[in-house]
């Protein structure tokens, strides 16, 4: 049809074939193709020219118009490729967004101001899946350390956040300065976390230490864990992300012996790679993780 468009502006075969870089010959065979595909003449002879057809001009017509969305279509993924616009959908779990999340993506809105950026919490749910599935591009995630691969799946190790003990202000073990794991075994317990991931670490750590925890009060947010703490109901363990903001009535100690550790990822496609707005979030990420 580009063909048929440049022998219709210039008014002769001859005239085209030389604008185009062709032979006379080969554009006679592709207007003489295209003819036979419309099933309708494009072209009529005028002394030493040629002019179009109805139809001929109805093709033209459509032609410059694919031409123009050609052009548009070439620009728009030069900027997609350059990182200049885009989307990048992101899931997150509650304690990374201001601790990690939130500076990774202030510096990627300065590095990439055209790309709009789509983050969604999706606790208590595992986000892994939207990132297999394509409906995120990159999921910040728990995993274990040996967990299994996916098939074209990344996961990049962001940081290991350490699991500490909460205490109410006046228990006897707040005045050490690392507590043994074994030590909280007679307690009764608070929990913080929802089954998954975050919990495991948790669960795996108490039964290296010889026990399984009695959780007498459960919660699925530290600050509200934190409170059941300070008002005397347990103890509670909540990884350092978590105790951003702490609850005047509760000590914090580390643990060990063993030392309970989450293991945070980035997750994402490794075709998705090539998009320079992903890879600067990625480093971004890595960036804060390191801060």
């Avoid at 062709?22 to 009529?44: F, M, R």
């Avoid at 600050?223 to 951003?244: E, H, K, M, N, W």
């Avoid at 030392?259 to 990420?285: G, H, M, N």
């Amino acid at each position: 049809m580009q063909v048929l468009r440049a022998v219709v502006a210039s008014g002769s075969v001859t005239a085209a074939a030389a604008h185009l870089g062709y032979t006379p010959s080969a554009v006679s065979q592709q207007v003489a193709a295209l003819e036979k595909e419309a099933g309708i003449a494009l072209l009529e002879r005028v002394g030493r020219g040629v002019r179009p057809t109805a139809a001929g001009r109805l093709l033209t017509g459509h032609a410059a118009i694919i031409s123009q969305q050609v052009a548009e279509a070439e620009t728009a993924l030069a900027d997609l490729r350059a990182g200049r616009t885009g989307r990048l959908t992101i899931r997150y779990f509650a304690s990374v967004g201001p601790t990690l999340l939130a500076p990774a993506l202030a510096r990627l809105r300065r590095e990439h101001p055209g790309v709009t950026i789509d983050p969604k919490l999706t606790d208590p749910n595992d986000p892994l899946p939207d990132v297999e599935q394509g409906t995120a591009d990159l999921a910040i995630v728990v995993r274990p350390t040996s967990g299994e691969s996916r098939q074209g799946i990344r996961l990049m190790h962001l940081l290991d956040d350490a699991y500490q003990a909460v205490l109410p202000t006046s228990h006897p073990l707040a005045a050490q300065r690392v507590i043994d794991l074994a030590d909280l075994a007679g307690e009764p317990w608070v929990g913080s976390e929802p089954p998954g991931p975050c919990l495991e670490p948790i669960l795996d750590a108490c039964a290296a230490a010889g026990f399984t925890p009695d959780f007498v009060a459960k919660s699925e947010d530290y600050a509200t864990a934190q409170g059941f703490v300070a008002a005397g109901l347990g103890i509670s363990l909540v990884p350092r992300l978590g105790l951003s903001t702490r609850h005047p009535g509760v000590i914090i100690r580390p643990v060990r012996r063993p030392e309970p550790v989450r293991t945070i990822y980035a997750a994402f496609r490794e075709i998705s790679l090539d998009q320079p707005a992903l890879r600067a979030l990625i480093d971004a990420l890595m960036d804060a993780a390191k801060a």
